[in-house]
């Protein structure tokens, strides 16, 4: 994805990576699945969901609906994480698309500017996420590019 950044000075080319949060969910112990079980190292057991596999196929469309002056994403409580969220229709209700955003180390430069990972995407079924505030998506595309603070708590 090629974001324009007027504060960078330049077009930004962002690295887009998803991770299998994005098409499982949690391993409940004992649970008696059906379903396939994703071995996460040895730290965490996830399991294929269907739901999030079916909504997966709009993930590359809503990262880059991201690209535009007038998009916010809020900055979850880990501070490392942020979220992007929409209302959905099926499942009915908000659509919450988590992810990290770094600057791409300078060995890679040439390829991309910024390497973004895909963390989770996941419709709400319990609590909405934690966030402590906000930021326009390419204000934090240009911050992370600049090597500036991002941070949104006040």
Not at 27 to 33: H, K, L, T
Not at 64 to 92: F, G, H, M
Request: proline content about 3%.
């Amino acid at each position: 994805m090629v974001v324009k950044s007027e504060r960078a000075k330049k077009d930004l080319r962002i690295r887009v990576r998803f991770s299998n949060h994005c098409f499982s969910r949690d391993y409940i112990d004992g649970e008696d699945s059906s379903e396939e079980i994703i071995n996460q190292g040895e730290r965490k057991l996830r399991v294929f969901c269907h739901t999030r596999y079916r909504l997966s196929f709009s993930l590359q469309d809503l990262v880059t609906s991201l690209n535009s002056s007038k998009i916010k994403v809020n900055q979850t409580k880990a501070k490392r994480n942020w979220v992007y969220s929409i209302k959905i229709d099926d499942p009915e209700g908000p659509y919450h698309l988590f992810f990290e955003i770094s600057r791409t180390p300078k060995g890679k430069r040439q390829y991309q500017d910024l390497e973004m990972v895909i963390e989770s995407a996941y419709h709400e079924t319990k609590e909405p996420p934690k966030i402590i505030g906000n930021m326009k998506f390419l204000l934090l595309c240009s911050k992370t590019y600049l090597n500036e603070k991002v941070s949104t708590k006040r």
